[in-house]
T-cell receptor, first 115, second 114 residues
Framework: GDSVTQMEGPVTLSEEAFLTINCTYT??????LFWYVQYPGEGLQLLLK?????DKGSNKGFEATYRKETTSFHLEKGSVQVSDSAVYFC??????????????FGPGTRLSVLP | ETGVTQSPTHLIKTRGQQVTLRCSSQ?????VSWYQQALGQGPQFIFQ???????GRGNFPPRFSGLQFPNYSSELNVNALELDDSALYLC?????????????FGNGTRLTVT
């Protein structure tokens, strides 16, 4: 079945450092790819998405490019802030026609940014 | 635009009891999905409802059941609670379209089974 693998955390960075969180996937079809972020005590919020190969999703300074050849969707940010401290989830979605979408989430990567 | 709301926010139950969690979808959304998120893990798909019928289910036993109402709100019911059912239960709504529309999550219900 479909699966998502993420780099293990926690990741601890200083403010203004460069961030990369690796994500790779296994899917039988051509999924859409997503990054979600979860702040303490809250649900998941959509950060960005890409629906086909070579698409780049971006939001709030975060970027990720859909790489079909390497089945990857790595999350990057050039300069992190303390407010970026959260848990980040990579996810894929395979559409199942009339049966809607099948979302599969990775285990999450906790990011801590120190001032 | 009203987001996804869940109730209650926290709940403590005893092993063997039954629980009902509730969710109101984001306006304009007709599909509701439920996820279980154990501590330190990613969300695991329980099931999805569309037009008041279950149209997808993850690897969860039948004691996990649900309902969707005509206004697209939803309930998750869990019977015969076990200690391992302790988790954050997330409801997510979306539009049933062909464009892989993203899930919109509520803040979850934290269930503790003792």
């Amino acid at each position: 079945g479909d699966s998502v693998t993420q780099m293990e955390g926690p990741v601890t960075l200083s403010e203004e450092a460069f961030l990369t969180i690796n994500c790779t996937y296994t899917a039988t079809g051509y999924p859409s790819l997503f990054w979600y972020v979860q702040y303490p005590g809250e649900g998941l919020q959509l950060l960005l998405k890409a629906t086909k190969a070579d698409d780049k999703g971006s939001n709030k300074g975060f970027e990720a490019t859909y790489r079909k050849e390497t089945t990857s969707f790595h999350l990057e940010k050039g300069s992190v802030q303390v407010s970026d401290s959260a848990v980040y989830f990579c996810a894929l979605s395979d559409h199942r026609g009339n049966y809607g979408q099948n979302f599969v989430f990775g285990p999450g990567t906790r990011l801590s940014v120190l001032p | 635009e009203t987001g996804v709301t869940q109730s209650p926010t926290h709940l403590i139950k005893t092993r063997g009891q039954q629980v009902t969690l509730r969710c109101s979808s984001q306006s304009g959304h007709n599909t509701v999905s439920w996820y279980q998120q154990a501590l330190g893990q990613g969300p695991q798909f329980i099931f999805q409802y569309y037009r008041e019928e279950e149209n997808g289910r993850g690897n969860f036993p039948p004691r996990f059941s649900g309902l969707q109402f005509p206004n697209y709100s939803s309930e998750l019911n869990v019977n015969a609670l076990e200690l391992d059912d302790s988790a954050l239960y997330l409801c997510a709504s979306s539009r049933m379209t062909g464009d892989n529309s993203p899930l919109h999550f509520g803040n979850g219900t934290r269930l503790t089974v003792t």
